[in-house]
């Protein structure tokens, strides 16, 4: 894919250009927080269907889903030390 050269890009100033770096090394966190975060409000819904006797199959596997991807933003944060970030200790 090339840039339309009528909108060229400026490069960015040494100060931007290590801004950048430090956010991208941020990006991992803040993806596992958000996963962690709506998967638990999935599993919380889900299970207030089990609750009910109305889970379907289907049901069923979205809300092992949603556990999955808890664990997994879990074991991300807890890699990094940061389980703080989801309410849990470090």
Not at 45 to 62: I, P, T
Not at 73 to 81: C, F, Q, R
């Amino acid at each position: 894919m090339t840039i339309a050269p009528e909108f060229p890009t400026a490069r960015l100033s040494s100060e931007a250009a290590e801004a950048l770096v430090r956010v991208e090394s941020r990006f991992p966190l803040i993806q596992a927080v958000a996963q962690y975060k709506s998967a638990a409000a999935d599993r919380a819904q889900l299970a207030a269907v089990a609750e009910s006797g109305r889970m379907s199959n289907l049901d069923a596997d979205s809300l092992a889903h949603a556990e999955e991807l808890m664990a997994d933003a879990w074991a991300t944060l807890a890699e990094a030390g940061r389980l703080d970030l989801i309410g849990g200790v470090s």
